[in-house]
């Protein structure tokens, strides 16, 4: 069965940084696209960027630019969220989220992923 499970959230000061896992199992993450999104309270659910496993980046929200950025371990066939200089604007519930590659591309939408992990709080408070 194909499953993501997250890990790393928690509670930090302004200007912190956490690093979110997503770990697969029962495929191999090298034949995926990677979204990360994230749904603050009463928000609609967005994507902040996706990744097809190349240095290329595609961020869906300016104000992540140059403080989150995406990278994967195959060994692990696991995924990270690296998210620096937080900000009380970024407190939300973070999901990666899969899509089969290849003929599918990155998306901001999150109706175009069929795979997701259970979500992790990410709380940014002084």
């Known amino acids: 069965q194909v499953q993501l499970v997250e890990s790393g959230g928690g509670l930090v000061q302004p200007g912190g940084s956490l690093r979110l896992s997503c770990e697969a199992s029962?495929?191999?993450?090298?034949?995926?696209?990677i979204g990360w999104f994230r749904q603050a309270p009463g928000k609609e659910r967005e994507g902040v960027l996706c990744?097809?496993?190349?240095?290329?980046?595609?961020y869906y929200v300016d104000s992540v630019k140059g403080r989150f950025t995406t990278s994967r371990d195959n060994a692990k066939n696991t995924v990270y969220l690296q998210m620096n200089s937080l900000k009380p604007e970024d407190t939300a519930v973070y999901y990666c989220?899969?899509?089969?590659?290849?003929?599918?591309?990155?998306?901001?939408?999150?109706?175009?992923?069929?795979?997701w992990g259970q979500g992790t709080q990410v709380t940014v408070s002084s």
């Open positions: 990744s097809t496993g190349s240095d290329s980046v595609t």
């Open positions: 029962g495929f191999d993450l090298d034949g995926y696209v």
């Open positions: 989220a899969a899509r089969r590659s290849g003929y599918y591309s990155c998306s901001r939408y999150p109706a175009h992923f069929g795979s």
